[in-house]
């Protein structure tokens, strides 16, 4: 079964502190992973996704097969990165999302 | 329009009630799908549409639930009998082109409370 897991509902970070974003799935086949944010009273939008492998607002994502893993990073937090962020995983069929329950970053001045 | 609008923004209803939830999607998307958040998760898939045919519906949870887009724009999503367990946000999401849900863009949701 697919499935798509965030272990951390609440993550709180200082300021200019690095910042890890964990995300595992369960898939069988060649997965295809997507970081989804929502901000504050705005609706939920792509952040990243692991096949362009770029960096979006300093935000970075490796896809570790063998861990089943791909957790957000950012090296230096800033307060605007506070939000919801949701780990997504692209199914079998390649035409729905499977979602994770979300992780809410907060990040202290 | 400028992104997914969708309506009403807010929705209370009496656990029995019917209700509706619209979605119009940017102009000239061809695909349109339906997820519902509970609180505390992630949203979930429900129903897929292509223009006006719905290829997927198997996450609707029951029959009480039921999708259409009759004209491959506007769908509505019809709720019968609501039950509290109901009680969620609905989100529409569209994209340009078959396939292309990496290039989804969501509306701001649908809260349903079942009293």
């Known amino acids: 079964a697919q499935r798509v897991t965030q272990p951390e509902k609440l993550l709180s970070v200082f300021k200019g502190a690095p910042v890890e974003l964990k995300c595992n799935y369960s898939?069988?086949?060649?997965?295809?992973l997507f970081w989804y944010v929502q901000y504050s009273r705005q609706r939920l939008q792509l952040l990243l996704r692991?096949?362009s492998r770029e960096s979006i607002k300093g935000f970075t994502a490796d896809l570790n097969k063998g861990e089943t893993s791909f957790h957000l990073k950012k090296p230096f937090a800033q307060e605007e990165d506070s939000a919801m962020y949701y780990c997504?995983?692209?199914?079998?069929?390649?035409?729905?999302?499977?979602f994770g329950p979300g992780t809410r970053l907060s990040v202290l001045p | 329009g400028a992104g997914v609008s969708q309506s009403p923004r807010y929705k209370v209803a009496k656990r029995g009630q019917d209700v509706a939830l619209r979605c119009d999607p940017i102009?000239?998307?061809?695909?349109l799908f339906w997820y519902q958040q509970a609180l505390g998760q992630g949203p979930e898939f429900l129903t897929y549409?292509?223009?006006?045919?719905?290829?997927?519906k198997s996450g609707l949870p029951s029959d009480r639930f039921f999708a259409e887009r009759p004209e491959g724009s506007v769908s509505t999503l019809k709720i019968q009998r609501t039950q509290q367990e109901d009680s969620a946000v609905y989100l529409c999401?569209?994209?340009?082109?078959?396939?292309?849900?990496?290039?989804?863009?969501f509306g701001s949701g649908t809260q349903l409370s079942v009293l």
């Open positions: 999401a569209s994209s340009l082109e078959r396939g292309q849900v990496e290039k989804l863009f």
């Open positions: 692991h096949i």
């Open positions: 898939y069988s086949g060649s997965p295809e």
């Open positions: 997504a995983l692209l199914d079998n069929y390649g035409q729905n999302f499977v």
């Open positions: 549409f292509q223009n006006e045919a719905q290829l997927d």
């Open positions: 102009s000239g998307h061809v695909s």
